[in-house]
């Protein structure tokens, strides 16, 4: 039985270039992909503001953490400012994708909020022309938003939200819960949405906690768990140092095994200053007007 021949030194050394040539290939797209992240981590961290504002009776507090996977940059963002009447605005909210496109993408949402906030100071109408604005750009993207404004003059808190996790909330009269408010689709979907307003007037001391479903759910735990979970941090840590329970609320995303980029913001109201005023035609409770 005659055995197989050798390989030539030629033949030998053409495998090997070919094999160098593949190495190399595959290093560029490493470096290249490498490269793509950073840039991605870059523009998110100059997209999130630098600061939160200050405002009488007000504290704030936000954490972010990117995604697990060092391959994976998510369009995960929050944002607070004064608007022009001197209210509070409040926006968090989510990109679909997970790349430099869904960075520019969240960019582009939130200087639009912010724009539109400064003309309009309906939460539904910020929402909806954001939404209009956004498909007008042709963009491919779209992004699940919460949208409040706060005026600190009345206590009068207004919510609109684009398809995005409900907010948890608690009071220093041991009232607490998760706000299932109606809203509407993401933004970027369809042109002409409608979003639904909730109307609230605070009338006691307590925390509202915004955050992403990077937070709360992961592929083995249903975001209802995760938000149960958040529920009853806020419930016992309504009144901690805002700082305290923004980390305490981002670490919940540690136990639901979840590999997306996560988002909180908190916002602790000191209470009124004096007495409220009520207004017969708004309940110092909590209530939906549509």
Not at 247 to 265: E, F
Request: net charge negative.
């Amino acid at each position: 039985m005659r055995g197989q021949r050798p390989e030539s030194p030629d033949s030998a050394q053409q495998l090997l270039l070919a094999l160098g040539q593949l190495v190399d290939q595959a290093l560029d797209r490493i470096k290249y992909q490498r490269a793509r992240v950073e840039l991605a981590m870059a523009l998110q961290r100059h997209m999130l503001p630098p600061h939160l504002p200050e405002l009488p009776g007000l504290r704030l507090a936000a954490r972010y953490t990117p995604s697990r996977d060092g391959l994976d940059v998510g369009g995960d963002w929050y944002d607070a400012f004064v608007m022009s009447d001197g209210a509070l605005g409040l926006a968090i909210g989510d990109v679909q994708g997970h790349d430099v496109e869904a960075i520019a993408f969240m960019g582009q949402v939130r200087t639009s909020l912010r724009a539109i906030a400064q003309a309009t100071n309906d939460t539904r109408e910020v929402l909806g022309q954001a939404n209009d604005l956004l498909i007008s750009m042709g963009c491919d993207l779209f992004a699940t938003c919460c949208f409040l404004r706060f005026d600190p003059m009345t206590r009068d808190l207004t919510v609109s939200r684009a398809g995005h996790v409900p907010m948890v909330w608690a009071t220093a009269g041991g009232g607490s819960g998760i706000a299932l408010d109606s809203g509407g689709p993401p933004l970027g979907i369809a042109s002409g949405e409608k979003y639904p307003v909730t109307h609230r007037r605070l009338t006691e001391a307590g925390v509202l906690v915004l955050l992403t479903d990077g937070v709360v759910e992961g592929p083995h735990y249903p975001m209802e768990a995760g938000l149960a979970e958040v529920a009853n941090l806020v419930r016992r840590g309504f009144d901690a140092d805002p700082d305290v329970l923004a980390n305490a609320v981002v670490k919940v995303a540690d136990r639901t095994g979840h590999r997306d980029d996560a988002a909180v913001l908190v916002v602790r109201y000191d209470g009124p200053s004096e007495p409220v005023r009520h207004d017969p035609s708004e309940p110092a409770r909590p209530s939906d007007a549509h």
